[in-house]
């Protein structure tokens, strides 16, 4: 798989995308990770990829021309599955979406800046529109950060542990279970029997009914409660 980026502050996505199970996963070949400085490609002899939006609005808009030319230039090498821009008033991104994307070979996420982007992208360029939550952020870099840190941990061999991605809160629309280590004991605070016992059927089925009684606590909406 390869996930390109494209923004406006490349820095911002130098830690995230390089430590843990993202470096892993390049390391190991599994993915590749691209970050693109959109001031690469704009004409402006300073380097401007935003300007003032018509209308006599507040705030700065990006530009679609530079936009245009990264897209066009990344078209130009491969084809993309996707070109995701990440907006606060996309579809909200959650496991679902996170496991269909893993299964794509290449990706664009457009991130997102200033006051927003020229409408005409999200027309003409744009395939998919994201948002990480009903929250605005200063631009879109750790949206970005979020979507391939969900979908490269999917990605076969990248974690070392695959059943482990498989019980993840919301892989089956459920909260996680609670889940102990050693010691068994701790100030007084005990680990429940079952899961010393040493029973996997009665253990799953632990499980399973605290994931069910945390989810229907917690998180309702998952069961359309």
């Known amino acids: 798989m390869r996930i390109d980026i494209i923004t406006v502050l490349p820095e911002m996505l ?14 190991k070949g ?20 935003d300007d003032y939006p018509f209308g006599g609005d507040a705030g700065m808009v990006m530009q679609v021309e530079p936009v245009d030319r990264c897209i066009s230039a990344l078209k130009a090498e491969r084809n993309y599955d996707e070109v995701i821009f ?38 003409h360029l744009i395939t998919r529109e994201i948002s990480v939550g009903d929250y605005v952020l200063t631009g ?19 974690i070392g542990d695959e059943q482990s991605a ?18 068994a004991c701790y100030n007084g605070w005990k680990v429940p029997d079952i899961l010393l016992s040493g029973h996997q ?16 606590r917690l998180r ?6």
């Open 201 to 216: 059927a009665k253990i799953d089925e632990w499980r399973h009914e605290q994931a069910l009684e945390r989810t229907r």
């Open 86 to 123: 990440t907006a606060p008033d996309g579809e909200v991104f959650n496991q679902r979406i996170a496991n269909s994307m893993s299964l794509l070979q290449n990706i664009i996420i457009l991130c997102g800046h200033y006051k927003g982007i020229d409408y005409r992208i999200r027309e």
């Open 14 to 27: 130098e830690s995230p995308l390089g430590c843990s199970i993202l470096k892993r996963a390049q390391d």
């Open 166 to 183: 498989l019980s993840d809160s919301f892989q089956d629309d459920l909260l996680e279970p609670p889940i102990y280590t050693r010691p």
């Open 220 to 225: 309702p909406d998952l069961l359309g409660e």
């Open 30 to 49: 599994l993915v590749e990770l691209k970050v693109h400085n959109l001031r690469d490609y704009t004409t402006n002899r300073h380097r401007k990829v």
């Open 140 to 158: 879109g870099e750790l949206p970005a950060a979020i979507i391939a840190d969900a979908i490269v941990r999917l990605i076969p061999g990248a």
